[in-house]
């Protein structure tokens, strides 16, 4: 079966698309990407397809940096579980990782899928880090006071954001990792500078932030303190206000504080593992 392992191509999707839509209580999230991915140049999509060609389970895979892969949209078809196509899909992405240099790859799962962590603990993965997600609803009337406003960051701060960070719970439980978007890799220095992203500030810490879309903001990464944590998100909902989004999306490393000031401030924080596999 493992030579049943290919590269996906576009007319795959008409044949993947029914079986990736009502995958959750919520939908999936596959049918919008896959397009994107087969287009992205950086990444592939792996499909295992039966002996008429047809894919019958797919996952993504991507370097996140030169040695950190990253794995996601894993998906058998519900006719074809219990086989071992999800384990023989997942070798191929750690391969197919370790081709270009991977020495880790690296995929999260929702706490409350404890299906999917089993099975991704019998690949041979282990939990490296929890993060909180909360998409905040944004009030275009916010406002937080002066010492909350976040402005951007003048450039000498970077370093010290960055230093303060380091040496953090937040850094600790995090395993010193950063978000980016849905995808987890190694923080670096850089990603705090200009270069590296839109780093605001104000008395409660710092941000990274971008705006993906006309009608979110989010961030990727945080400094602050237990003390200041509602402060932060008080100041990131006033700066959504100003840029007239509707949303807020917030990544936090999951600590008893981080998830006290998510709630305090009307969000709902949704638990995410993140689990990692040595490539040797």
Request: include cysteine; aromatic fraction near 8%; charged fraction near 25%.
């Amino acid at each position: 079966m493992a030579d049943s392992v290919r590269l996906a191509r576009p007319e795959d999707v008409d044949s993947i698309v029914p079986w990736t839509t009502d995958t959750f209580s919520w939908g999936d999230y596959i049918p919008e990407r896959i397009h994107g991915w087969l287009d992205d140049d950086d990444s592939d999509v792996l499909v295992w397809v039966d002996g008429s060609d047809i894919p019958l389970a797919i996952c993504h895979v991507m370097m996140l940096s030169p040695t950190e892969g990253w794995l996601e949209g894993a998906r058998v078809h519900p006719d074809h579980r219990r086989r071992g196509l999800g384990s023989i899909l997942n070798d191929a992405g750690v391969e197919w990782a370790r081709e270009r240099g991977g020495r880790v790859i690296r995929l999260s799962t929702d706490a409350w899928n404890v299906a999917a962590r089993n099975q991704v603990k019998a690949l041979g993965y282990r939990e490296v880090s929890r993060w909180l997600h909360t998409e905040f609803a944004v009030d275009a009337t916010h406002r937080s006071s002066e010492r909350h406003r976040m402005r951007p960051a003048p450039g000498g701060d970077a370093e010290a954001a960055w230093l303060f960070w380091v040496g953090s719970d937040l850094a600790r439980e995090s395993r010193e990792l950063i978000a980016h978007g849905w995808h987890w890799r190694s923080a670096r220095p850089g990603d705090v500078s200009q270069k590296g992203g839109s780093l605001v500030q104000s008395a409660a810490g710092w941000a990274l932030i971008d705006q993906p879309a006309d009608d979110w903001l989010r961030t990727s990464w945080i400094a602050t303190t237990p003390e200041d944590m509602l402060g932060l998100i008080d100041g990131l909902l006033d700066l959504a206000a100003e840029r007239g989004v509707s949303e807020l999306d917030i990544k936090l490393p999951d600590l008893p504080w981080t998830s006290e000031a998510i709630v305090r401030s009307g969000g709902e924080p949704n638990s995410i593992v993140v689990h990692a596999k040595p490539i040797h």
